[in-house]
């Protein structure tokens, strides 16, 4: 759920491109952040299962954002400049700024779908 949800925003902001709409991508990501926390609330009410299950629901719902959050320190790791003389700077702090998102959002789908109870209101 969680990849379809990144790959559909990716795809969303990528037709954004093509349009001169001013600030519409910082609209899309904002609503993909809400539709995601939207959807993990849901999948935490209707569980039905035992709180070690639910554990384990929430660590493999959430193992695509640390997954990705390795990817992209890989690649903050391995950056290299493409040419001699390029500047890598504004690459490596849009990695970092990466890591750090999808970090959060690895914590916080596992705070929701693996460790809160099931008294959650929509």
Do not use: Q
Request: charged share 10%; net charge positive; proline share 2%.
């Amino acid at each position: 759920m969680n990849a379809v949800l990144f790959f559909s925003t990716g795809l969303v902001l990528y037709i954004c491109m093509f349009f001169m709409i001013p600030y519409l991508h910082i609209l899309v990501m904002f609503l993909a952040v809400i539709l995601s926390v939207f959807l993990w609330m849901i999948v935490t009410k209707t569980w039905e299962g035992t709180t070690r299950n639910r554990l384990k629901m929430g660590a493999v719902g959430s193992s695509f954002f640390i997954l990705l959050a390795l990817f992209f320190l890989y690649w903050l790791m391995n950056l290299k400049p493409s040419y001699p003389g390029e500047d890598t700077f504004m690459e490596a702090i849009g990695l970092f700024f990466a890591i750090i998102v999808t970090a959060a959002a690895w914590i916080t789908c596992f705070v929701i779908t693996g460790i809160s109870k099931k008294k959650t209101s929509l």
